[in-house]
């Protein structure tokens, strides 16, 4: 299984951008619509940290408190791919963001926690200029 996300770039604050994210090859038992997807984010000096969750039909969404009514994640089954619109976009959410694949299909309580996932993609940067 392999995730790659693109998208990233250079915009200003109050700007938009769309991250996608496509899920190629499989598993035993394991493919993109059998999967929770998740996107999350690694700011200079800081800690990886959750951004957005989507179950594997697209019906439960979650979203972090500091993205929430701004960013809104969506996934299409047929393409294998989920995005991230970003809108409003601020100089603090710079940062490199990363999808990720999760094993349950439902958001599960741990679906906030990077350890959940078990398939990663290579990040695409996001600059947020002020």
């Known amino acids: 299984v392999q995730l790659q996300a693109f998208g990233g770039g250079l915009v200003q604050a109050g700007g938009s951008l769309r991250l996608s994210c496509t899920f190629s090859?499989?598993?035993?038992?394991?493919?993109?619509?059998?999967?929770?997807m998740g996107w999350f984010r690694r700011a200079p000096g800081k800690e990886r940290e959750f951004v957005a969750a989507i179950s594997w039909r697209g019906g439960t969404t979650d979203y972090a408190d500091s993205v929430k009514g701004r960013f809104t994640i969506s996934r299409d089954n047929a393409e294998n791919t989920v995005w991230l619109q970003m809108n409003s976009l601020e100089p603090e959410d710079t940062a490199v963001y990363y999808c990720?694949?999760?094993?349950?299909?439902?958001?599960?309580?741990?679906?906030?926690?990077?350890?959940?996932?078990?398939?990663w993609g290579q990040g695409t940067q996001v600059t947020v200029s002020s």
């Open positions: 990720a694949a999760d094993s349950s299909r439902r958001l599960t309580s741990r679906i906030r926690i990077g350890a959940t996932y078990d398939y």
């Open positions: 090859g499989r598993s035993p038992g394991r493919t993109f619509s059998t999967s929770a």
